[in-house]
């Protein structure tokens, strides 16, 4: 149990462009979801706090405008990158707290993450 | 801020070594420890926790003990196998709302 799911797992784009990357919880309800980012060999840092329902909670330094974040149903959250740039080129990963159920509480469970490489 | 700091990697270690991965930590009130583990090319998943002091975590046959008094929770076992190479992260919340604060992460390798 506790599974989440996200896709792509990898995509490659144009600078210019917008990504969506989707966040789901498979086999439970998620009323927060988070989003973080990973550079190659350093430690995951969290962007933003998404509630299902309410407006995220960015991160100090995040861009809310450049990355938009929708948690439209207890099941998903999803993440766009607008106008991407190089340097947005990361590893994206979102992960999700039980809200019901034995495995509510504060373990969070984590997708498999989206490798994002803007050209 | 509340941070958390690894010991450095990589460790490389022959099967059947004894493995410690040290972790310290920074925080004001009292936050739930964690270590999770990222097997290659797979996402996090959670190895341990523990929410209080003193407690002790468990699983697969790793250990860490929260040590209030030294601020540490280091990930311990016994014998390590070649399936338990990947990146070892410590983690503890922050600020009571769930907030995950990583450390850098421990890449371990154990050879045959």
């Known amino acids: 149990g506790a599974v989440v799911s996200q896709h792509p797992s990898w995509v490659i784009c144009k600078s210019g462009t917008s990504v969506k990357i989707e966040c789901r919880s498979l086999?439970?309800?998620?009323?927060?979801m988070f989003w973080y980012r990973q550079f190659p060999k350093q430690s995951l840092m969290l962007m933003a706090t998404?509630?299902?329902?309410?407006?995220?909670?960015?991160e100090q330094g995040v861009e809310k405008d450049k990355f938009l974040i929708n948690h439209a149903s207890l099941t998903l959250s999803t993440l766009t990158v607008t106008s991407a740039h190089p340097e947005d080129s990361s590893f994206y990963i979102c992960?999700?707290?039980?809200?019901?159920?034995?495995?509510?509480?504060?373990?969070?469970?984590f997708g498999p993450g989206t490798r994002l490489l803007v050209l | 801020g509340d941070s958390v700091t690894q010991m450095e990697g990589p460790v490389t270690l022959s099967e059947e070594a004894f493995l410690t991965i040290n972790c310290t930590y920074t925080?004001?009130?009292?936050?739930?420890l964690f270590w999770y583990v990222q097997y290659p090319g797979e996402g996090l998943q959670l190895l341990l926790k523990?929410?209080?002091?003193?407690d002790k975590g468990s699983n697969k046959g790793f250990e860490a003990t929260y040590r209030k008094e030294t601020t540490s929770f280091h990930l311990e076992k016994g014998s390590v196998q070649v399936s338990d190479s990947a990146v070892y992260f410590c983690?503890?919340?922050?600020?009571?709302?769930?907030?995950?604060?990583f450390g850098a992460g421990t890449r371990l390798a154990v050879h045959p």
């Open positions: 992960s999700a707290i039980p809200s019901s159920g034995s495995g509510r509480g504060e373990t969070q469970y």
């Open positions: 086999d439970f309800q998620a009323t927060t």
């Open positions: 998404s509630n299902e329902g309410s407006k995220a909670t960015y």
């Open positions: 925080a004001t009130g009292y936050p739930s």
């Open positions: 523990a929410t209080k002091a003193d």
């Open positions: 983690a503890l919340t922050s600020g009571g709302y769930n907030k995950l604060i």
